[in-house]
Every structure is written in structure tokens, then in C-alpha cells.
């Protein structure tokens, strides 16, 4: 049977999200309204947080963090350079200065170790945060990057952009979520069409810390409050106050909406990744090289990442058969932005070979059985 094209990951939107979503465009708000407030609410359950702050997407997210942590152009940051460039930009957007630390080979993730030789190898007070990520859904072990944190007091931004409904097992044996605010400081995740629940475009932060929760309140919108119990006087009903420059980065009432509706399949959609992904274990094991979690991680599967040789043949070869895989990520590192800041390549080997073998396969809820075996007999013939 021919194929259609198969993406590498592809929206899911249902007529109950299409109603939700319509009965939010009669409604009596379209901003500022109460599904925005829903939204956060549900979804920092979802995770198991306390507070949740929703924007217009996870660029934003993280600008809107980095602000709230007080990056300036005195802060020195550690992250990894296997990811997308809106991880380390939003601390350039704040004037800040980027480190990148290479990558575990095994698991593309931010090398702990590295990270802490970073640290070890600097006078004190050298480095400000660090923002791990969630690299393809599969979770950071955010219990040993914490310890490392304290040591050196450092703040975390945790990017789970790729990872809701991921988790880790901690040292006691208990299944710390990703996002739950335990941890990290703050956690971002985005919520693009290609993600595990779409709103359109969007993001959130979650916390358990109220003092910065309240920060991203103000921040999201422009720095204005119009709560008596904030306001330093009170003119009347109209009146308000902007206490810092803030940003209108506030997410719509028909995008949360679409987010509540979605959110509702959130758990049935990782089942769903989670089958194709072992799928793909089973009949590429001796194939190509794939990053498979330990026992101890929930891995959350926004993207599956094969290793192969020849990776532009093979993409090619792929395309040309309706499979249309992925390069996640070109590192951060080389792009001609940070090159021209004086990032070098080179500097970072590991993350450099990863990028010259990595292919992202089509995972999402949505792709049929008989989808997931034509992409596996594909992959076998073409490599």
C-alpha cells in the first residue's frame, strides 16, 4: 500500500478541542479571561506543582525565568549545546554570557560531571544558573544536578519543553515528575503543535517558589498590577500600577482553551509514544544505534533519535520514500551567531560527533501500526 508522508512528529486536533475552542470565541473573554487560569491551574497539577504561569510559547518562558532569576550581563550560565537555540538565547537576551557544557554521549543529555568540573575549575561566584533540558523527552536527573547547584549555589531553569509527563526515579524511590518544581528553580515547557498537547503556539512556567511566581505574574504582562494588596496606593477601580518593565507575553483564552482540551488525552498520548518507541526498539536493535533509558526514567518520547552513518544519504533516501526525519539539534554552539561571539568548533566533541550521526523518526500519537512498520522496514533498507 503506498505510503502519504509521514513528518517526524505531527499536531492531533479533535472536534472536542475544536469545540472547546468555539465555545471560547462566544464567550465574554478571549484574553485575560478565566481559561487562562484554568489552564495553568490543571496543568500544575498535571505535573505536581504549585503554580503555574502561562505565555504566549516557551521562548518566551524562558526570557520570562532568566528575568525573574535577575540574569543581567554580569551572569555567567551553564547549559548544554544539544538543543534549540532559544535555550541558551534567553539569557543572551538578558545581556548574560553562555557557557556550554558537552553532552553525556549515551543519553544527549548535559553532563553532570562536566557541569561540575566546570564549576570546580572556576573561582566562586564565577557561574549564576544552569538550565538542563529535557533532551527529547528524556529526563535529567534533577536530584544529582540540584546537589551540584547547591554546592556551587546556582539557580536551575529546568527545559522540559520535551518532557511533560516524563519522570526519574529518585535516590528513595520515588517518581519525581518533570516540572514539579522539587528541584529546579523553574521549569518551562512549550506547547508548539509538534509537542505533547498544542494550544497553537505556548508555554508555561512552573515553581513551587511563590516569590518568583509572583515575579512572572507581573513580568508576563507589561509589570502592571491592579491587586490593592500590591499597589503602593489605589486611585479608584481603574487605577494600576507598573512596579518593573515587563513584557506582553500573555497567552490567549481560545489557546488555553485548546490546552484544557488537550490536556485531557495528555497521559493516553505518552502510552501511545511510549508503545511506538519500544516498537522501535525491538525491530532496530542491531540496526542503528538508538539512546534507550535506563529503568530508573520515564522517558517522555517527543522525539525518537537514531545514530547512523551516512546520515545525509539516509535522510535523503528516507525523504524520497514519503519519511520525512529530523536533525535534532544542530549544536548551539556553532551556529554563525555564537561563532561570532567567539564559540568555537572543536570545543565540544561529543555533542559535535552526536550531530553528525543524530536522525529524528516519525513519534507521535497518531501514527498508525501500519505507519511505525513501513518507517522500520524503510530504516532497514536504506541503511
Not at 538543543?83 to 553525556?104: E, H, L
Not at 509527563?165 to 524511590?173: L, T
Request: with cysteine; net charge negative; proline share 5%.
Amino acid at each position: 500500500m503506498e505510503q502519504k508522508s509521514i513528518p517526524y512528529g505531527r499536531h492531533h486536533v479533535t472536534e472536542e478541542d475544536i469545540q472547546a475552542v468555539h465555545d471560547t470565541l462566544l464567550s465574554d473573554y478571549l484574553a485575560q479571561g478565566p481559561r487562562v487560569e484554568e489552564f495553568e491551574k490543571k496543568f500544575a497539577a498535571y505535573v505536581g506543582a504549585k503554580y503555574a504561569v502561562a505565555v504566549m510559547n516557551g521562548t518566551a518562558a524562558l526570557h520570562l525565568s532568566a528575568l525573574a532569576l535577575e540574569v543581567s550581563e554580569k551572569s555567567k550560565v551553564i547549559t548544554t549545546p544539544i538543543t534549540f537555540a532559544a535555550s541558551a538565547n534567553c539569557i543572551r537576551y538578558c545581556g548574560g554570557k553562555v557557557v556550554f557544557s558537552d553532552i553525556d554521549p549515551q543519553t544527549a543529555l548535559i553532563d553532570i560531571p562536566a557541569v561540575e568540573k566546570l564549576l570546580q575549575q572556576a573561582p566562586a561566584g564565577t557561574y549564576q544558573g544552569i538550565i538542563p533540558v529535557d533532551f527529547a523527552g528524556y529526563p535529567v536527573n534533577m536530584e544529582q544536578l540540584r546537589k551540584v547547584a547547591d554546592k556551587y549555589g546556582l539557580w536551575i531553569i529546568e527545559d522540559a519543553c520535551h518532557a511533560p509527563g516524563g519522570y526519574f526515579i529518585d535516590s528513595s524511590g520515588e517518581k519525581q515528575s518533570c516540572g514539579n518544581g522539587k528541584f529546579a528553580d523553574l521549569t518551562v515547557f512549550s506547547f508548539h503543535p509538534v509537542k505533547h498537547i498544542t494550544t497553537g503556539e505556548g508555554g508555561i512556567i512552573t515553581t513551587n517558589n511563590e516569590a518568583l511566581y509572583r515575579k512572572l505574574i507581573l513580568l508576563r504582562s507589561h509589570g502592571i498590577t491592579k491587586d490593592p494588596d500590591l499597589m503602593s496606593q489605589n486611585d479608584g477601580g481603574w487605577y494600576y500600577e507598573m512596579q518593573m518593565l515587563g513584557y506582553n507575553y500573555r497567552l490567549p483564552e481560545i489557546n488555553a482553551a485548546l490546552g484544557i482540551s488537550q490536556l485531557k488525552r495528555a497521559e493516553a498520548g505518552i502510552e501511545r509514544r511510549r508503545e511506538i518507541a519500544k516498537r522501535y526498539d525491538e525491530a532496530l536493535s542491531g540496526v542503528v544505534e538508538s539512546m534507550k533509558p535506563s529503568d530508573s526514567v520515564g522517558h517522555a518520547y517527543h522525539l525518537y533519535v537514531i545514530k547512523v552513518s551516512g546520515r545525509k544519504e539516509v535522510y535523503d533516501k528516507l525523504r524520497e520514500k514519503g519519511i520525512f526525519s529530523q536533525i535534532h539539534y544542530i549544536p548551539v554552539h556553532t551556529l554563525p551567531y555564537y561563532q561570532s561571539l567567539g564559540y568555537k568548533t572543536g570545543s565540544l566533541p561529543h555533542a559535535e560527533h552526536y550531530y553528525e550521526q543524530c536522525l529524528s523518526i516519525p513519534i507521535y500519537p497518531t501514527l498508525t501500526d501500519e505507519q511505525v512498520e513501513y518507517v522500520i522496514r524503510t530504516i532497514k533498507e536504506v541503511v
